[in-house]
């Protein structure tokens, strides 16, 4: 199956920094590379997605890159807010599962 | 319109016994998964139904964990002979078809004595 690597663990920035979180993936066959946001004792919620035969995708202050050659992806935040602390997760799809990253615990400092 | 809505919210019980987390997707969805989240983990797939079949079961973890999804709807995640290793919260996620993205359950929380 599928194997998700993503790093940093931990990010701390200070409000209105950029924050960047990548993340590697082992299956050439992955084409579905979701991020999903966790808040503490809530389920993960979709911010954005991208699909393998896109290169970048962009939301507001949220963008995803994609390098399917080098199998990483990474999630860009600018202007952080305090609101923006949480763990966030990368997950790819291979032919069947859908796999997680270990997670980044983001904390943006006011 | 309603999510993923999993049953029990809480689960408590002792080492050794049988237990079952259900999992209702969202209406029309035809995929769904089972993961398990352990405290400062990233979700860990466990298995992948698309209809009725579970097309992926890698990720169970040994034969004390099954589970079902017999009408290609609701779906089961059965743990027999519970240990205390298998305290973790289990979420449940559903999706409309391969390349769309998963909405996740809140999740049950279970705690093996």
């Known amino acids: 199956g599928e194997n998700v690597e993503q790093h940093p663990s931990t990010l701390s920035v200070q409000e209105g920094d950029s924050a960047v979180i990548k993340c590697t993936y082992s299956d050439s066959a992955s084409n579905y590379f979701p991020w999903y946001k966790q808040e503490l004792g809530k389920r993960p919620q979709l911010i954005i997605d991208?699909?393998?035969?896109?290169g970048e995708k962009k939301d507001q202050r949220i963008a995803v890159t994609l390098n399917k050659t080098a199998k990483h992806f990474s999630l860009h935040i600018t202007e952080t807010q305090p609101e923006d602390s949480a763990v966030y997760f990368c997950a790819a799809r291979g032919n069947n599962d859908m796999r997680f990253g270990a997670g980044t615990r983001l904390t943006v400092k006011p | 319109g309603a999510g993923v809505s999993q049953t029990p919210s809480n689960k408590v019980t002792e080492k050794g016994k049988y237990v079952e987390l259900r999992c209702d997707p969202i209406s029309g969805h035809t995929a769904l998964y089972w993961y398990r989240q352990s405290l400062g983990q990233g979700p860990e797939f466990l298995i992948y139904?698309?209809?009725?079949?579970?097309?992926?079961d890698s990720g169970l973890p040994n034969d004390r964990f099954f589970a079902v999804r017999p009408e290609g709807s609701v779906s089961t995640l059965k743990i027999q002979r519970t240990e205390r290793g298998d305290s973790a919260v289990y979420l449940c996620?559903?999706?409309?078809?391969?390349?769309?993205?998963?909405?996740f359950g809140n999740g049950t929380r279970l705690t093996v004595t």
């Open positions: 139904f698309q209809g009725t079949g579970a097309a992926d």
């Open positions: 996620a559903s999706s409309l078809g391969f390349l769309s993205p998963l909405h």
């Open positions: 991208i699909r393998s035969n896109v």
